[in-house]
Every structure is written in structure tokens, then in C-alpha cells.
């Protein structure tokens, strides 16, 4: 399935709209990763332990779509916009959803 943040694909035609699809994600952060990155916050450096929580999520998120997308007969999504928030008391879980427009291409 092709998916893009662009509004069309080029040198193909959209046959049909099926809808907005979206996929949505919410991942806890655990504790061990919450020591690593605030050492990292304060020596310098990036979050290893974050960076993958992050990658995880957001192909999750975009896996959900793709399967909604596949369930309304479509073979493409257009329009992707991702958005991520941190969510909870103490921010410890991270948010990451996609939206789309479901197409179905000649």
C-alpha cells in the first residue's frame, strides 16, 4: 500500500475516495528509560531508550491506518499528517496518531 503525506501520487489517478482513516498509539514509557534519558538531559546526548519507543509507536500508528485503509477496499492513503503528545501525570506515556485519506487508485 502506498501511503504519503502528499495530496496525490504522481503518474497515478484516484478512482475513489473511501474516507479519513486513522491510527493511534499510546506507549508508556517504563521507568528504566525515564533514568537514561534524564541522565542524558543532563550530561548531553540523545535518548536511545526514547528514540526507539518513539520509531515503535509511529510504525504501530501507521500499521493501524494502513489496516483500516485495507478494510475499506483502499490500496493507498494520502493527505498522512502525524502528530505526537505526551500524555499522563508524570509524562510518562507518549501518543502517536496518523490521519489519512483512504483512496483507491486506477
Known sequence: MIITTTSRIEGREVAEYMGIVFGEVIAGINFMKDIGAGLRN????????????LLNARAQALQEME?????????AVVGVKMDYEVLGADNGMLMVTCSGTAVRLK
Open 67 to 75: 489496516q483500516r485503509a485495507r478494510q475499506l477496499g483502499a490500496n
Open 42 to 53: 543532563f550530561f548531553g546526548g540523545r535518548s536511545q531508550g526514547y528514540e526507539e519507543e
